[in-house]
């Protein structure tokens, strides 16, 4: 789930399927990288459950507390859609200020 990206951040691609059985390896890849710049590449989701959407929450505020740049990309329609569902917006997965 884990490679470098070119900006020197860390790159963590998401696999198709997060539901309850990938929440705990996902919340290990974001442990492992805590106080990196970590790029979030979305782009392969194909179902989101709510427990790693809570994951993702949680990483979004862990790195913003930290003062660390965390960064959605490429979200595919699906994970954004299912975020959606859920009241949310991808933006709302990065470590940036989004509160309206």
Request: charged letters at 25%; one cysteine or more.
């Amino acid at each position: 789930m884990k490679d470098l990206a070119d900006e020197g951040a860390t790159r963590l691609a998401l696999p198709d399927v997060l539901d309850s059985a990938a929440a705990p390896g996902l919340a290990d890849s974001f442990r492992t990288v805590r106080g990196a710049a970590v790029t979030v590449d979305g782009g392969a989701v194909k179902r989101l459950g709510g427990l790693c959407a809570q994951v993702l929450l949680s990483a979004a505020a862990s790195w913003r507390a930290d003062g660390s740049e965390l960064n959605l990309e490429n979200p595919s329609e699906e994970m954004t859609d299912a975020l959606r569902l859920m009241g949310l917006e991808p933006a709302s997965l990065t470590s940036g200020d989004h509160t309206a």
